[in-house]
């Protein structure tokens, strides 16, 4: 089986030669993707010799920040922050990784490449990689981490991934193979890995989804549909683990935007090839646009989405502009125009720590897909005679536990309880203040997972606005419920029961013009003790106070007490005011009063060890506790 010839992934390449001459964003992605695949046709030079490792290991171990990939330099691995260098095994075996799945993600840009120009170098190289692969598949070593690992780079999902590039590109330049070559790349490749990707465990959900739709391209590639089948019904399939995983409102319930739309990203490649083929799996598709719509109404103002749990911090649309032009060119709604429209612009508050404050461009997918969105969208809106973005109000989701509460002032997003357990963080109640302009208080999600940063900090209650016990992590992880929400009135009310053994949180929320309000309750059920209460906000910016503070001895000793920085703390008895003050405005906490409160401020990280921020911890002793709080944000 094969995809009809007015169904094919691209439809029109003299529409693409025409984008390339017209617009200088096209050439730009154009010229950027035919240096950076003309490299890989002249250089590739894998060795089966090589073991593939786990990306996540390629970190700086002093200050957590990303190596930097140089695809040259397999034995250079330098901190794109510190500048320091690392050479250890596990840090090699991940640039394996790396180089081994860029050459895989060249097949598809090597197929683009080759539609454009016609130049037969680009499919020598396409042949040369799946070669290399069928030739080699039982001789790979890997070194991922135990329950994850890999046939040919590294672990199960590096595995997935790569299977989808290369069937992407296959796709494009099928028509160039020969029936022999086909062959021989389906029985000693990708048979072998289709077997693979059926009976392996994913490890977590989100990587038994990618490893059904690795598994689903292939049997519509090679017209094997019973590998479809078991893609949909086998173990793992998409009935079993995604039908679960996608909670009706459609987020994907691991609880992170970042693993939502990682999860979303196979499988979107997949429902493209279903569309191709005329492959019917209406469940299937449904399920994947939501998943596109759901993030565009829990985007803050500035175009920063919400991070809880596991991920990377400060992420926007612009991080997953290609999904949203595959998807958008595979079924064209309003919410996938917004979001493309957001996706090329600079962020409103200019450079972060990882975006820089020009427009990108965008890469491939948009050279093939997509447009010039924000002109799209102004000619969409003027045509319909509506607007597209998302109305400005508070919503929550009782099935994935979030609120977001907003006005024209600011926006506040909280995470009051957990579905599962994978890639959570103890943190439970939660939330991050926007106001002014800025995410002032954000989620810091986390670095690479093998640091001692996002085992000991990152993860932990400690890093978070939330409240600790007893000075432990909190242990468990428990749904939370929902106890009032009025949209009109910007305010919720939420609670949850043994977020420690007998221990009970509930947290009133509520939004308004120049403040947040906010009430936190921690309550016991059975054998009532008194207790360590630690309450815990993070804020951007420098902080200022009246309050008598000395310097005094990290207030713990593990569960990320010992990385608190510059320790500061005084006895307070009445109410009390401390301010984080930034260059254009600041933010006020003020506190009421509990006789034999101390209250401490600290220097605590953020993503990275070279960067911090204040926090504030207010202590207290009792069988139960209320803190009652509001952030002032009003200029």
């Given at each position: 089986?094969?995809?009809?010839?007015?169904k094919?992934?691209?439809?029109?390449?003299?529409?693409?030669?025409?984008?390339?001459?017209?617009?200088?964003?096209?050439?730009?992605?154009?010229?950027?993707?035919?240096?950076?695949?003309?490299?890989?046709?002249?250089?590739?030079?894998?060795?089966?010799?090589?073991?593939?490792?786990?990306?996540?290991?390629?970190f700086?171990?002093?200050?957590?920040?990303?190596?930097?990939?140089?695809?040259?330099?397999?034995?250079?691995?330098?901190?794109?922050?510190?500048?320091?260098?690392?050479?250890?095994?596990?840090?090699?075996?991940?640039?394996?990784?790396?180089?081994?799945?860029?050459?895989?993600?060249?097949?598809?840009?090597?197929?683009?490449?080759?539609?454009?120009?016609?130049?037969?170098?680009?499919?020598?190289?396409?042949?040369?990689?799946?070669?290399?692969?069928?030739?080699?598949?039982?001789?790979?070593?890997?070194?991922?981490?135990?329950?994850?690992?890999?046939?040919f780079?590294?672990?199960?999902?590096?595995?997935?991934?790569?299977?989808?590039?290369?069937?992407?590109?296959?796709?494009?330049?099928?028509?160039?193979?020969?029936?022999?070559?086909?062959?021989?790349?389906?029985?000693?490749?990708?048979?072998?890995?289709?077997?693979?990707?059926?009976?392996?465990?994913g490890?977590?959900?989100n990587?038994?989804?990618?490893?059904?739709?690795?598994?689903?391209?292939?049997?519509?590639?090679?017209g094997?549909?019973?590998?479809?089948?078991?893609?949909?019904?086998?173990?793992?399939?998409?009935?079993?683990?995604?039908?679960?995983?996608?909670?009706?409102?459609?987020?994907?319930?691991?609880?992170?935007?970042?693993?939502?739309?990682?999860?979303?990203?196979?499988?979107?490649?997949?429902?493209?090839?279903?569309?191709?083929?005329?492959?019917?799996?209406?469940?299937?598709?449904?399920?994947?646009?939501?998943?596109?719509?759901?993030?565009?109404?829990?985007?803050?103002?500035?175009?920063?989405?919400?991070?809880?749990?596991?991920g990377?911090?400060?992420?926007?649309?612009?991080?997953?502009?290609?999904?949203?032009?595959?998807?958008?060119?595979?079924?064209?709604?309003?919410?996938?125009?917004?979001?493309?429209?957001?996706?090329?612009?600079?962020?409103?508050?200019?450079?972060?720590?990882?975006?820089?404050a020009?427009?990108?461009?965008?890469?491939?997918?948009?050279?093939?897909?997509?447009?010039?969105?924000v002109?799209?969208?102004?000619?969409?809106e003027?045509?319909?005679?509506?607007?597209?973005?998302?109305?400005?109000?508070?919503?929550?989701?009782?099935?994935?536990?979030?609120?977001?509460?907003?006005?024209?002032?600011?926006?506040v997003?909280l995470?009051?309880?957990?579905?599962?357990?994978?890639?959570?963080?103890?943190?439970?109640?939660?939330?991050e203040?926007?106001?002014?302009?800025?995410?002032?208080?954000?989620?810091?999600?986390?670095?690479?997972?093998?640091s001692?940063?996002?085992?000991?900090?990152?993860?932990?209650?400690?890093?978070?606005?939330t409240?600790?016990v007893?000075?432990?992590?909190?242990?468990?992880?428990?749904?939370?419920?929902?106890?009032?929400?009025?949209?009109?009135?910007?305010?919720?009310?939420?609670?949850?029961?043994?977020?420690?053994?007998?221990?009970?949180?509930?947290?009133?929320?509520?939004?308004?013009?120049?403040?947040?309000?906010?009430?936190?309750?921690?309550?016991?059920?059975?054998?009532?003790?008194?207790?360590?209460?630690?309450?815990?906000?993070?804020?951007?910016?420098?902080?200022?106070?009246?309050?008598?503070?000395?310097?005094?001895?990290?207030?713990?000793?593990?569960?990320?007490?010992h990385?608190?920085?510059?320790?500061?703390?005084?006895?307070?008895?009445?109410?009390?005011?401390?301010?984080?003050?930034?260059?254009?405005?600041?933010?006020?906490?003020?506190?009421?009063?509990?006789?034999?409160?101390?209250?401490?401020?600290?220097?605590?990280?953020?993503?990275?060890?070279?960067?911090?921020?204040?926090?504030?911890?207010?202590?207290?002793?009792?069988?139960s506790?209320?803190?009652?709080?509001?952030?002032?944000?009003?200029?």
């Amino acid at each position: 089986m094969s995809s009809s010839a007015n169904k094919r992934l691209v439809r029109d390449w003299e529409a693409i030669r025409e984008k390339i001459k017209d617009y200088d964003w096209a050439s730009a992605i154009h010229d950027q993707t035919k240096k950076e695949t003309d490299w890989w046709v002249a250089n590739y030079a894998d060795d089966v010799s090589r073991t593939s490792g786990w990306m996540h290991n390629y970190f700086c171990d002093k200050c957590f920040a990303h190596l930097i990939f140089d695809k040259t330099k397999p034995t250079e691995h330098v901190c794109s922050q510190c500048g320091a260098h690392r050479l250890t095994d596990e840090v090699v075996q991940a640039w394996n990784c790396s180089y081994r799945g860029a050459s895989c993600t060249q097949v598809f840009h090597a197929a683009v490449m080759y539609r454009i120009h016609g130049d037969p170098a680009y499919m020598t190289y396409i042949r040369k990689v799946l070669n290399f692969l069928a030739d080699n598949l039982n001789d790979f070593t890997n070194r991922g981490p135990a329950g994850f690992g890999g046939r040919f780079n590294g672990i199960n999902l590096s595995d997935a991934v790569d299977i989808c590039s290369i069937l992407n590109g296959m796709e494009i330049v099928r028509e160039e193979f020969t029936q022999d070559e086909l062959i021989k790349y389906k029985t000693h490749f990708f048979m072998p890995m289709a077997h693979f990707m059926n009976v392996t465990p994913g490890g977590t959900p989100n990587i038994a989804c990618w490893m059904k739709s690795a598994l689903g391209m292939t049997g519509l590639f090679f017209g094997e549909h019973e590998l479809c089948r078991l893609a949909a019904e086998g173990f793992e399939g998409f009935r079993e683990v995604m039908f679960t995983g996608l909670l009706p409102s459609g987020f994907w319930y691991e609880s992170s935007f970042h693993y939502h739309y990682y999860c979303a990203a196979g499988l979107t490649y997949y429902a493209a090839f279903c569309a191709i083929y005329d492959y019917d799996f209406p469940e299937f598709t449904d399920a994947i646009r939501k998943m596109y719509r759901y993030p565009i109404d829990y985007v803050f103002p500035n175009g920063l989405l919400p991070s809880p749990n596991d991920g990377w911090p400060l992420r926007t649309f612009a991080d997953y502009a290609h999904q949203y032009e595959w998807i958008q060119n595979a079924f064209d709604e309003p919410a996938y125009r917004f979001a493309l429209s957001e996706c090329y612009v600079p962020l409103d508050n200019g450079a972060t720590a990882t975006h820089e404050a020009l427009p990108p461009l965008g890469g491939l997918p948009r050279l093939l897909f997509g447009a010039d969105w924000v002109a799209e969208r102004e000619r969409y809106e003027l045509a319909h005679g509506v607007s597209i973005a998302p109305r400005l109000e508070s919503r929550m989701d009782e099935h994935i536990h979030y609120v977001m509460l907003q006005n024209v002032q600011a926006s506040v997003f909280l995470k009051y309880g957990y579905v599962i357990r994978e890639h959570s963080h103890a943190d439970i109640m939660n939330f991050e203040l926007y106001a002014n302009g800025q995410l002032l208080s954000r989620d810091i999600s986390n670095s690479g997972y093998g640091s001692d940063l996002f085992k000991e900090w990152q993860r932990k209650a400690i890093a978070h606005n939330t409240v600790m016990v007893d000075l432990e992590n909190q242990p468990n992880r428990p749904a939370g419920k929902m106890v009032a929400f009025d949209a009109d009135g910007n305010s919720c009310s939420v609670k949850a029961a043994d977020v420690y053994p007998g221990v009970n949180y509930a947290r009133s929320l509520q939004l308004l013009d120049d403040r947040l309000v906010d009430q936190f309750a921690i309550t016991q059920t059975e054998e009532s003790r008194e207790r360590t209460f630690d309450w815990l906000f993070h804020c951007s910016g420098e902080i200022e106070s009246n309050l008598p503070f000395a310097p005094a001895e990290q207030p713990g000793k593990a569960d990320g007490y010992h990385l608190m920085q510059g320790v500061q703390s005084c006895r307070v008895d009445g109410d009390f005011e401390i301010s984080w003050v930034l260059p254009d405005h600041k933010l006020t906490l003020t506190m009421k009063g509990e006789p034999g409160s101390t209250v401490y401020v600290f220097r605590g990280y953020e993503h990275r060890s070279d960067l911090l921020r204040w926090g504030v911890m207010v202590r207290r002793t009792g069988i139960s506790a209320v803190y009652e709080a509001s952030y002032h944000f009003a200029d």
